[in-house]
């Protein structure tokens, strides 16, 4: 792989793997968490996920039965929780292209650690987030019409909308990002299928690994597939953002009707999903013994990722209240007090607090390097983060130009129960992705071992290698 | 089930055309044919539970032969017929497995009997014929009155296929001008198909016919002759009707021990007792105002309260809408008159008035005779206390603007007022020169104008002292609203015999052995006199829906004249009094909906006495003393006293001054509120409980939640009565408070006592928590003398340019709808909100999801208060938002699948079934006028529910917007009629100018609303859009609304409010 060729790099950062490892112990390693029995902790999350999952299942059916009125939605208030979500999870979802795309294509052999793991994240977080946008309607069965497909009726979407905007860039990314994923998992599913011992599994793994042989064509083919779909990721992570934001600045609702929203979303999203990355590498790590392969440089790099992102979050923050103030624009000067000031206080200012404050916490290196700190920092961040769509979604509605018909927004449980749910889903197709599917690329890791057998490589920050 | 049966037009009773009238006029339609009593042959019915007694014991062969034997009785048949037969519930209770296999096999019998009966043969053809004027698609109207406290309005009921669906008004009838109604005129509609209304004849809770209650009751109506109606009484409520007048009348003259009385617990006692103490008789007061320069309303929400509301509203905007230059564009001062309110809640007339002045009631008594006192009133001697300082700067200043105004000033004393106001406000009217002006007197409008709370009290004397032996209860529910000193439910258990005839089971029903389901005003024949004393005739638009009799029955039956339909009986009524050919003259009156020439004449009355006005000198002096706080109490503003509690469009509705629904509190200023520690308006905004303060009025308390109102009089609470109903139909019951309970019959509208705060909190649902305006230009005000020296006054209001596009506008080469809203003659009202809810189907969501925001009006009242703070308010305003119908609708743009478009007439038109309901033009709507099916609001199942709909407006699903479509409905009616008759050479095919009026404009009494083409420079909404004062609400966002406001102009008095710098007023700070 020459892109990912060590010696490309001129300089001589801390190695990407550590411990004393050949191609056969890598391979070993990673493909223990899936031929090896499964670890007791397994079943109980699993389990604990499964029933969150059953909880979604409910809500969708409650739902359904009921109609959006279930949840704690109003005039002016008609978007809540359901949007709100949505864009978090498609937030979180950006982390895994950047990852796998952006990062290929700048080179950063750091991310062949995480890559393949943040992106099965991404495509979750993109189920999750997928489920919103067709649930949060009033007659979700004719969600189609948002298609623009031939019909006797000669009707068509209307173009000018936002929502029709986001049909597109959603499932266009939700379908990059799986090819992407896929396309990468191929190599290593040919690694699964040579090395599981049960018919069903290799049976399985062999049809999924579409006749891998590893032969140098194939590689070449891979290599300029793959480069290519880094390549058309790559605007995705700055488009399909940048259209969710759009259903905001589109409208004229003060608070929303802003231009600083593309980028500030671009950057809220990777912050995200950065922090998701964090969130859910850390624990796994510790659980699978992936010191070797996720090493604190690994951690560092993201950090330095959310610190560079939160900033951009912040200046965000501080650019939209300027500019509401300095516009002389009533409505909006009134919407950023509101906020501050307004019923909704505590969470603005809690969003301050996560997004804001507790991120300058990263720019300590001793921060940086202990996880425990980092796991608390991301989940905060995730914390502030689904703040941040409270906060635009909901404070903005609230009390907008008429206050005849300014109103306050609560979620019910049905809301609760939803967001909680996907959680859930999502931590459950997480679960049983560890189980099922090597979580780190096999074959990028091993690119990365020293090649001579025997030697060592030199350990970082004095971690020993189990 | 046939009792939804719709009449066909040979049976009579629904109208006219085929019995040979004929009708030209395009709008009413009189009905002439006799009405034949053509009830099906009423059997005596069994109950589940006697038919299950009968079958007790019987085994083996003896219980199927008895079963058998059962068959065949008509009782059994009848029972039968019933979908649910009574008491089917109690199957459940305890049954043994012997018992409930016995009673299994029973049913599977009776399921099988039920089967074999062979359902009477209905034939289903096309009209041969087809019936003049019925064209199936196309309404009808007819001319009837609605009366409510006993005085009518004039109404044209539109009906589809023989369904009355709607209630407008009727223009050409005098206490109609301009055609609006009120909102109980609006609301009635859905009154009569009230699934809760009392559907079965009962005795003793045992449904009974009217056949076997004439029959049972023959004996005692024999004994009582013999008698001479000793121990007869009858109660109805106040009685306006000629032809029940002349019939109860005639039944005293001949059992002359018989007694009447009469009761209406929100009457106009007050008036009546005014009137009599300055006169000496019973005097019908009425206000021409038309010629007021200056009014000053004292305690008076006259222009939406009371008899004659729709009359005076009319009268009073027309004034407005010439002062602030309607038709010139050019502001006249001196056309416009002045209007000073007194009040102690915030009311409608407030909302509208030049000043106004927070008062409490006693306070507004001491005005009344400081300003008698300063107008030289004899026998008036100014108070030396009970006036604030405000109060005391007004009294010369009104003075001296009503002496300006000789014989062009009235005094306007409220309902509600004690009658020692009315007796000075007589005086004042008459110092003057108000009296035969302005001010009208003539004989009262009701037949027999009693004092009714002597006459009641006199009925519970009578009934505690053994005295009454049957009593009939005709109409009203005494058990409920009677004063709650009399004990009216204890009493009225004492009589003999007990009828009550009632459109519910209500209260009075639960004591009453015998129980008459009422035929609702659209199921009657009757006549009733309206303010004026003009003589409606009532007339029924469909066969009574549950079998009802109306009181000329009831009492038709008492005199011996079973037989006697209403129909028979009001035409008699008539036969001899409309000239030489009476059945042209029916017919005119039927069709016009009135009788002309039957006003009642105009009196002479003489300047009340000396001693009167020093009387009621000293009445206000002892109220003036008097020790506690001031608790009015006052009939709901939305549903009454209680009698329209059922109503689920009247629930809804949100109250004048708090926006409240579904809800009874006691409102109180923040001031006083503070003083009780119980609450403040910042809270209010977030939750919706709220907190309890218990009242003691003597030695009676209830425990009530407190609701702050800006703009109360300090030192008073207001309680509205009406609430906590305990039967009456499943909306009544549960809702609110029953405040009849702190109510005494010495103390009806003012009492004294006391308000404290006790523990635990209330839920209440508000459709408005907010009070200022944010300091934003929503209703642009300013003072008409400002405005006649700026024309330009409104538009300086304005934030800068808002029409600049880089896009050519849209050519409209048709029509182009528009809407002005006038805000100089709102007042607020809501007869709109409830003839838009009748018009468009709109949903009824209940308290809960009004507590969670999602009221479904296509049109509301914004109220917005305007002050240093909310304790000192100086104004308030109303403003009706409806669908501003946008030329760059923000909503247009974000609906992904194009359900809201823009029609090629500037309608923002609204494709229910291309809804999805992502509800993002709910957002991006800036008015926040769309509303949402959260839930399935719309009930589907109640048969007779559809009923009220209106057959032109699709009902709407769970999960799609929908919002105001300006009546698009009525637009298309009105392009297909116009082009019809330009193909057949009249007219040129084009819809003109008035043909087509949205439901809100029609039900506006006060002609504030105007729809039309704008691009028509004639038509008067382009005229009204040409006007100065036109603005766009929120026009700064480029929305180019096109619905648009005149700017409210007060005339205010230079004396109290010297001439400021500028027209804008500062808002109330809170939120």
Same mark, same amino acid.
């Given at each position: 792989? %020459?892109?990912?060729?060590?010696?490309?790099?001129?300089?001589?950062?801390?190695?990407?793997?550590?411990?004393?490892?050949?191609?056969?112990?890598?391979?070993?390693?990673?493909?223990?968490?899936?031929?090896?029995?499964?670890?007791?902790?397994? &079943?109980?999350?699993?389990?604990?996920?499964? %029933?969150?999952?059953?909880?979604?299942?409910?809500?969708?059916? =409650?739902?359904?039965?009921?109609?959006?009125? @279930?949840?704690?939605?109003?005039?002016?208030?008609?978007?809540?929780?359901?949007?709100?979500?949505?864009?978090?999870?498609?937030?979180?979802?950006?982390?895994?292209?950047?990852?796998?795309?952006?990062?290929?294509?700048?080179?950063?052999?750091?991310?062949?650690?995480?890559?393949? /793991?943040?992106?099965?994240?991404?495509? &979750?977080?993109?189920?999750?987030?997928?489920?919103?946008?067709?649930?949060?309607?009033?007659?979700?069965?004719?969600?189609?019409?948002?298609?623009?497909?031939?019909?006797?009726?000669?009707?068509?979407?209307?173009?000018?909308?936002?929502?029709?905007?986001?049909?597109?860039?959603?499932?266009?990314?939700?379908?990059?990002?799986?090819?992407?994923?896929?396309?990468?998992?191929?190599?290593?599913?040919?690694?699964?299928?040579?090395?599981?011992?049960?018919?069903?599994?290799?049976?399985?793994?062999?049809?999924?690994?579409?006749? =891998?042989?590893?032969?140098?064509?194939?590689?070449?083919?891979?290599?300029?597939?793959?480069?290519?779909?880094?390549?058309?990721?790559?605007?995705?992570?700055?488009?399909?953002?940048?259209?969710?934001?759009?259903?905001?600045?589109?409208?004229?609702?003060?608070?929303?009707?802003?231009?600083?929203?593309?980028?500030?979303?671009?950057?809220?999203?990777?912050?995200?999903?950065?922090?998701?990355?964090?969130?859910?590498?850390?624990?796994?790590?510790?659980?699978?013994?992936?010191?070797? /392969?996720?090493?604190?440089?690994?951690?560092?790099?993201?950090?330095?990722?959310?610190?560079?992102?939160?900033?951009?979050?912040?200046?965000?923050?501080? @650019?939209?209240? &300027?500019?509401?103030?300095?516009?002389?624009?009533?409505?909006? =000067?009134?919407?950023?007090?509101?906020?501050?000031?307004?019923?909704?206080?505590?969470?603005?200012?809690?969003?301050?607090?996560?997004?804001?404050?507790?991120?300058?916490?990263?720019?300590?290196?001793?921060?940086?390097?202990?996880?425990?700190?980092? $796991?608390?920092?991301?989940?905060?961040?995730?914390?502030?983060?689904?703040?941040?769509?409270?906060?635009?979604?909901?404070?903005?509605?609230?009390?907008?130009?008429?206050?005849?018909?300014?109103?306050?927004?609560?979620?019910?449980?049905?809301?609760?129960?939803?967001?909680?749910?996907?959680?859930? $889903?999502?931590?459950?197709?997480?679960?049983? &992705?560890?189980?099922?599917?090597?979580?780190?690329?096999?074959?990028?890791?091993?690119?990365?071992?020293?090649?001579?057998?025997?030697?060592?490589?030199?350990?970082?920050?004095?971690?020993?290698?189990? | 089930?046939?009792?939804?049966?719709?009449?066909?037009?040979?049976?009579?009773?629904?109208?006219?055309?085929?019995?040979?009238?004929?009708?030209?006029?395009?709008?009413?339609?009189?009905?002439?044919?006799?009405?034949?009593?053509?009830?099906?042959?009423?059997?005596?019915?069994?109950?589940?539970?006697?038919?299950?007694?009968?079958?007790?014991?019987?085994?083996?062969?003896?219980?199927?032969?008895?079963?058998?034997?059962?068959?065949?009785?008509?009782?059994?048949?009848?029972?039968?017929?019933?979908?649910?037969?009574?008491?089917?519930?109690?199957?459940?209770?305890?049954?043994?497995?012997?018992?409930?296999?016995?009673?299994?096999?029973?049913?599977?019998?009776?399921?099988?009997?039920?089967?074999?009966?062979?359902?009477?043969?209905?034939?289903?053809?096309?009209?041969?014929?087809?019936?003049?004027?019925?064209?199936?698609?196309?309404?009808?109207?007819?001319?009837?009155?609605?009366?409510?406290?006993?005085?009518?309005?004039?109404?044209?009921?539109?009906?589809?296929?023989?369904?009355?669906?709607?209630?407008?008004?009727?223009?050409?009838?005098?206490?109609?001008?301009?055609?609006?109604?009120?909102?109980?005129?609006?609301?009635?509609?859905?009154?009569?198909?009230?699934?809760?209304?009392?559907?079965?004849?009962?005795?003793? !809770?045992?449904?009974?016919?009217?056949?076997?209650?004439?029959?049972?009751?023959?004996?005692?109506?024999?004994?009582?002759?013999?008698?001479?109606?000793?121990?007869?009484?009858?109660?109805?409520?106040?009685?306006?009707?000629?032809?029940?007048?002349?019939?109860?009348?005639?039944?005293?003259?001949?059992?002359?021990?018989?007694?009447?009385?009469?009761?209406?617990?929100?009457?106009?006692?007050?008036?009546?007792?005014?009137?009599?103490?300055?006169?000496?008789?019973?005097?019908?007061?009425?206000?021409?105002?038309?010629?007021?320069?200056?009014?000053?309303?004292?305690?008076?929400?006259?222009?939406?309260?009371?008899?004659?509301?729709?009359?005076?509203?009319?009268?009073?905007?027309?004034?407005?809408?010439?002062?602030?230059?309607?038709?010139?564009?050019?502001?006249?001062?001196?056309?416009?008159?002045?209007?000073?309110?007194?009040?102690?809640?915030?009311?409608?007339?407030?909302?509208?008035?030049?000043?106004?002045?927070?008062?409490?009631?006693?306070?507004?008594?001491?005005?009344?005779?400081?300003?008698?006192?300063?107008?030289?009133?004899?026998?008036?001697?100014?108070?030396?206390?009970? +006036?604030?300082?405000?109060?005391?700067?007004?009294?010369?200043?009104?003075?001296?603007?009503?002496?300006?105004?000789?014989?062009?000033?009235?005094?306007?004393?409220?309902?509600?007022?004690?009658?020692?106001?009315?007796?000075?406000?007589?005086?004042?009217?008459?110092?003057?020169?108000?009296?035969?002006?302005?001010?009208?007197?003539?004989?009262?409008?009701?037949?027999?104008?009693?004092?009714?709370?002597?006459?009641?009290?006199?009925?519970?004397?009578?009934?505690?002292?053994?005295?009454?032996?049957?009593?009939?209860?005709?109409?009203?529910?005494?058990?409920?609203?009677?004063?709650?000193?009399?004990?009216?439910?204890?009493?009225?258990?004492?009589?003999?015999?007990?009828?009550?005839?009632?459109?519910?089971?209500?209260?009075?029903?639960?004591?009453?052995?015998?129980?008459?389901?009422?035929?609702?005003?659209?199921?009657?024949?009757?006549?009733?006199?309206?303010?004026?004393?003009?003589?409606?005739?009532?007339?029924?638009?469909?066969?009574?829906?549950?079998?009802?009799?109306?009181?000329?029955?009831?009492?038709?039956?008492?005199?011996?004249?079973?037989?006697?339909?209403?129909?028979?009986?009001?035409?008699?009524?008539?036969?001899?009094?409309?000239?030489?050919?009476?059945?042209?003259?029916?017919?005119?009156?039927?069709?016009?909906?009135?009788?002309?020439?039957?006003?009642?004449?105009?009196?002479?009355?003489?300047?009340?006495?000396?001693?009167?006005?020093?009387?009621?000198?000293?009445?206000?002096?002892?109220?003036?003393?008097?020790?506690?706080?001031?608790?009015?109490?006052?009939?709901?503003?939305?549903?009454?006293?209680?009698?329209?509690?059922?109503?689920?469009?009247?629930?809804?509705?949100?109250?004048?001054?708090?926006?409240?629904?579904?809800?009874?509190?006691?409102?109180?200023?923040?001031?006083?509120?503070?003083?009780?520690?119980?609450? !403040?308006?910042?809270?209010?905004?977030?939750?919706?409980?709220?907190?309890?303060?218990?009242?003691?009025?003597?030695?009676?308390?209830?425990?009530?939640?407190?609701?702050?109102?800006?703009?109360?009089?300090?030192?008073?609470?207001?309680?509205?009565?009406?609430?906590?109903?305990?039967?009456?139909?499943?909306?009544?019951?549960?809702?609110?408070?029953?405040?009849?309970?702190?109510?005494?019959?010495?103390?009806?509208?003012?009492?004294?006592?006391?308000?404290?705060?006790?523990?635990?909190?209330?839920?209440?649902?508000?459709?408005?928590?907010?009070?200022?305006?944010?300091?934003?230009?929503?209703?642009?005000?300013?003072?008409?003398?400002?405005?006649?020296?700026?024309?330009? +006054?409104?538009?300086?209001?304005?934030?800068?340019?808002?029409?600049?596009?880089?896009?050519?506008?849209?050519?409209?080469?048709?029509?182009?709808?528009?809407?002005?809203?006038?805000?100089?003659?709102?007042?607020?009202?809501?007869?709109?909100?409830?003839?838009?809810?009748?018009?468009?189907?709109?949903?009824?969501?209940?308290?809960?999801?009004?507590?969670?925001?999602?009221?479904?009006?296509?049109?509301?009242?914004?109220?917005?208060?305007?002050?240093?703070?909310?304790?000192?308010?100086?104004?308030?305003?109303?403003?009706?938002?409806?669908?501003?119908?946008?030329?760059?609708?923000?909503?247009?743009?974000?609906?992904?699948?194009?359900?809201?478009?823009?029609?090629?007439?500037?309608?923002?038109?609204?494709?229910? !079934?291309?809804?999805?309901?992502?509800?993002?033009?709910?957002?991006?709507?800036?008015?926040?006028?769309?509303?949402? !099916?959260?839930?399935?609001?719309?009930?589907?199942?109640?048969?007779?529910?559809?009923?009220?709909?209106?057959?032109?407006?699709?009902?709407?699903?769970?999960?799609?917007?929908?919002?105001?479509?300006?009546?698009?409905?009525?637009?298309?009616?009105?392009?297909?009629?116009?082009?019809?008759?330009?193909?057949?050479?009249?007219?040129?095919?084009?819809?003109?100018?008035?043909?087509?009026?949205?439901?809100?404009?029609?039900?506006?009494?006060?002609?504030?609303?105007?729809?039309?083409?704008?691009?028509?420079?004639?038509?008067?909404?382009?005229?009204?859009?040409?006007?100065?004062?036109?603005?766009?609400?929120?026009?700064?966002?480029?929305?180019?609304?096109?619905?648009?406001?005149?700017?409210?102009?007060?005339?205010?008095?230079?004396?109290?409010?010297?001439?400021?710098?500028?027209?804008?007023?500062?808002?109330?700070?809170?939120?």
């Amino acid at each position: 792989m %020459s892109v990912m060729d060590k010696g490309a790099a001129g300089h001589h950062p801390p190695p990407v793997i550590v411990g004393e490892h050949d191609h056969g112990t890598v391979t070993d390693r990673i493909s223990q968490a899936v031929f090896g029995k499964t670890p007791r902790w397994w &079943f109980g999350a699993m389990g604990v996920a499964f %029933s969150i999952v059953m909880l979604m299942l409910m809500s969708i059916g =409650w739902l359904f039965a009921k109609g959006t009125g @279930v949840w704690g939605l109003n005039v002016p208030v008609a978007w809540g929780f359901a949007i709100i979500n949505f864009v978090w999870w498609i937030g979180i979802g950006h982390a895994g292209t950047l990852i796998s795309a952006i990062l290929l294509l700048f080179r950063q052999e750091w991310r062949t650690s995480i890559n393949r /793991f943040a992106e099965a994240m991404t495509l &979750f977080a993109v189920a999750c987030a997928g489920l919103f946008p067709l649930l949060h309607l009033g007659r979700p069965w004719l969600f189609y019409w948002l298609l623009p497909y031939p019909n006797s009726m000669g009707v068509w979407p209307q173009f000018r909308s936002p929502l029709v905007w986001d049909v597109f860039a959603v499932s266009t990314y939700a379908t990059v990002s799986l090819m992407f994923w896929y396309v990468g998992l191929i190599p290593d599913l040919a690694t699964m299928r040579d090395r599981a011992k049960a018919r069903f599994a290799r049976l399985i793994y062999g049809g999924l690994s579409l006749g =891998w042989r590893g032969s140098a064509r194939h590689w070449q083919n891979y290599e300029s597939v793959y480069l290519l779909l880094a390549g058309l990721a790559t605007p995705l992570v700055l488009s399909v953002h940048t259209v969710v934001s759009f259903d905001f600045a589109v409208s004229q609702v003060p608070g929303w009707h802003t231009t600083i929203f593309p980028p500030y979303f671009v950057a809220g999203a990777i912050y995200s999903g950065f922090a998701m990355v964090l969130t859910l590498v850390i624990p796994l790590r510790a659980l699978y013994r992936l010191h070797d /392969f996720i090493t604190t440089r690994h951690l560092q790099a993201m950090a330095k990722v959310m610190l560079a992102t939160g900033l951009i979050v912040g200046y965000g923050y501080m @650019v939209e209240l &300027f500019v509401s103030w300095y516009s002389g624009n009533e409505y909006e =000067w009134f919407m950023s007090l509101n906020r501050a000031t307004g019923p909704y206080w505590p969470q603005w200012w809690a969003l301050i607090l996560c997004n804001v404050v507790m991120v300058q916490l990263l720019w300590f290196k001793k921060v940086r390097s202990t996880p425990v700190v980092l $796991f608390i920092i991301s989940i905060i961040v995730n914390i502030g983060m689904w703040l941040e769509r409270f906060v635009i979604v909901v404070t903005s509605l609230h009390r907008d130009y008429l206050p005849s018909s300014w109103d306050i927004y609560r979620g019910t449980f049905w809301d609760w129960s939803l967001y909680i749910g996907t959680i859930g $889903f999502f931590l459950a197709l997480m679960f049983l &992705f560890i189980r099922l599917l090597p979580m780190i690329s096999i074959f990028e890791v091993r690119t990365l071992v020293p090649g001579r057998k025997g030697q060592a490589a030199p350990s970082a920050e004095g971690e020993v290698a189990p | 089930m046939d009792r939804l049966k719709i009449l066909k037009s040979d049976e009579g009773a629904a109208c006219g055309p085929s019995s040979g009238a004929s009708c030209d006029s395009g709008t009413g339609c009189g009905c002439s044919s006799p009405a034949p009593e053509t009830r099906p042959e009423e059997v005596p019915t069994l109950e589940l539970s006697e038919v299950r007694e009968r079958l007790d014991g019987a085994r083996g062969r003896r219980y199927w032969k008895s079963l058998e034997e059962l068959a065949d009785t008509p009782g059994f048949q009848e029972m039968l017929e019933r979908e649910f037969p009574r008491h089917a519930s109690e199957w459940e209770d305890g049954l043994s497995r012997r018992r409930f296999l016995q009673l299994s096999s029973a049913s599977m019998a009776l399921a099988g009997l039920t089967g074999c009966t062979r359902q009477p043969l209905e034939s289903i053809v096309p009209y041969v014929q087809q019936p003049e004027q019925v064209v199936p698609g196309r309404p009808l109207y007819f001319a009837t009155a609605y009366a409510k406290g006993g005085y009518a309005q004039g109404v044209l009921a539109e009906s589809h296929t023989g369904r009355p669906t709607k209630i407008e008004g009727n223009a050409e009838h005098p206490a109609n001008p301009g055609g609006g109604t009120d909102l109980f005129a609006q609301a009635s509609v859905l009154q009569l198909y009230d699934p809760d209304r009392s559907g079965t004849l009962t005795y003793q !809770n045992q449904i009974r016919t009217w056949d076997t209650y004439k029959s049972d009751l023959e004996p005692k109506i024999q004994a009582l002759r013999s008698l001479q109606g000793e121990g007869l009484r009858i109660l109805t409520g106040t009685v306006t009707s000629p032809t029940l007048a002349a019939q109860i009348q005639g039944l005293m003259a001949e059992l002359p021990k018989a007694r009447w009385h009469q009761y209406e617990p929100a009457g106009r006692h007050e008036v009546h007792a005014g009137a009599v103490r300055a006169f000496g008789e019973p005097v019908e007061v009425r206000y021409e105002l038309a010629d007021a320069d200056v009014i000053v309303a004292l305690d008076a929400d006259f222009l939406t309260q009371g008899p004659s509301a729709v009359r005076s509203a009319h009268q009073w905007a027309e004034r407005r809408r010439a002062g602030s230059g309607a038709g010139t564009g050019k502001a006249d001062p001196s056309a416009m008159n002045r209007l000073y309110a007194l009040e102690s809640c915030p009311t409608n007339t407030g909302s509208v008035a030049d000043h106004r002045l927070a008062a409490t009631p006693s306070e507004i008594a001491a005005f009344a005779l400081a300003l008698a006192a300063e107008l030289g009133v004899t026998g008036a001697e100014a108070p030396s206390e009970g +006036l604030s300082p405000e109060a005391r700067r007004w009294v010369p200043a009104v003075a001296a603007d009503l002496k300006a105004h000789r014989g062009r000033g009235v005094v306007v004393a409220g309902d509600e007022a004690p009658a020692a106001v009315h007796v000075l406000a007589h005086g004042i009217n008459d110092a003057i020169g108000a009296a035969g002006s302005t001010v009208v007197y003539s004989e009262p409008v009701p037949a027999e104008p009693v004092d009714q709370v002597a006459s009641l009290r006199e009925l519970v004397a009578d009934l505690d002292a053994g005295a009454v032996d049957t009593l009939f209860v005709l109409g009203v529910n005494p058990a409920f609203d009677a004063p709650a000193d009399l004990d009216f439910p204890a009493a009225l258990q004492k009589a003999g015999t007990r009828v009550h005839l009632g459109l519910y089971k209500d209260e009075t029903s639960e004591y009453c052995q015998w129980h008459l389901p009422m035929a609702h005003y659209l199921e009657s024949w009757s006549d009733v006199r309206s303010v004026d004393g003009t003589v409606s005739l009532v007339q029924p638009l469909i066969e009574p829906l549950y079998r009802g009799h109306t009181i000329h029955d009831v009492i038709a039956h008492l005199a011996g004249r079973a037989d006697a339909s209403s129909y028979q009986l009001v035409r008699e009524q008539w036969s001899d009094k409309l000239g030489v050919d009476f059945e042209r003259a029916w017919r005119r009156a039927l069709h016009d909906g009135f009788i002309p020439e039957t006003a009642l004449p105009v009196k002479q009355v003489t300047a009340p006495p000396a001693e009167a006005a020093a009387e009621a000198a000293a009445e206000v002096r002892t109220m003036i003393a008097g020790d506690g706080l001031e608790i009015a109490l006052r009939p709901d503003p939305t549903i009454w006293d209680g009698s329209f509690a059922n109503n689920a469009w009247l629930q809804e509705l949100p109250k004048t001054a708090t926006r409240v629904t579904w809800d009874n509190a006691v409102l109180m200023s923040p001031a006083t509120a503070a003083e009780l520690g119980v609450t !403040n308006l910042d809270e209010a905004a977030m939750f919706h409980e709220r907190p309890m303060v218990s009242v003691t009025v003597g030695e009676r308390s209830m425990e009530l939640p407190a609701w702050v109102v800006p703009g109360h009089a300090d030192g008073a609470v207001t309680i509205h009565y009406g609430y906590g109903r305990l039967r009456g139909g499943k909306i009544a019951e549960g809702t609110g408070f029953d405040t009849y309970r702190l109510r005494t019959s010495d103390a009806l509208r003012v009492a004294r006592g006391n308000v404290e705060r006790v523990g635990g909190r209330y839920e209440m649902a508000t459709t408005q928590d907010h009070h200022s305006m944010a300091g934003r230009h929503l209703v642009r005000t300013g003072t008409v003398g400002e405005y006649a020296a700026n024309p330009e +006054l409104v538009h300086e209001m304005s934030h800068g340019e808002h029409d600049a596009s880089f896009y050519p506008g849209f050519e409209y080469d048709g029509y182009r709808w528009g809407m002005a809203v006038d805000l100089n003659a709102c007042t607020g009202c809501n007869a709109c909100v409830i003839a838009c809810q009748s018009e468009n189907n709109i949903p009824v969501v209940g308290k809960e999801q009004v507590m969670r925001g999602r009221e479904m009006h296509w049109i509301r009242i914004d109220r917005y208060f305007e002050g240093e703070d909310a304790h000192s308010i100086s104004a308030f305003h109303h403003q009706p938002v409806l669908c501003q119908q946008c030329e760059q609708a923000p909503c247009e743009t974000v609906c992904p699948v194009g359900a809201t478009v823009h029609s090629d007439e500037g309608l923002n038109d609204m494709v229910y !079934n291309r809804c999805v309901g992502t509800r993002y033009c709910s957002n991006n709507c800036p008015y926040k006028v769309r509303r949402f !099916n959260f839930l399935k609001y719309t009930d589907k199942t109640i048969e007779i529910e559809k009923m009220v709909r209106n057959p032109d407006v699709t009902v709407r699903v769970r999960g799609v917007m929908e919002k105001c479509t300006y009546c698009v409905q009525r637009i298309s009616h009105a392009r297909i009629d116009a082009k019809v008759a330009g193909q057949r050479g009249k007219g040129d095919g084009k819809i003109k100018d008035g043909d087509v009026r949205t439901a809100c404009q029609q039900a506006c009494p006060s002609n504030a609303l105007v729809f039309g083409d704008t691009n028509d420079p004639q038509s008067e909404v382009a005229r009204r859009k040409a006007e100065p004062l036109d603005y766009g609400l929120l026009e700064e966002l480029g929305t180019r609304p096109r619905t648009s406001y005149l700017a409210k102009l007060r005339n205010p008095n230079p004396e109290l409010e010297p001439v400021q710098e500028t027209g804008r007023t500062e808002h109330v700070s809170h939120g």
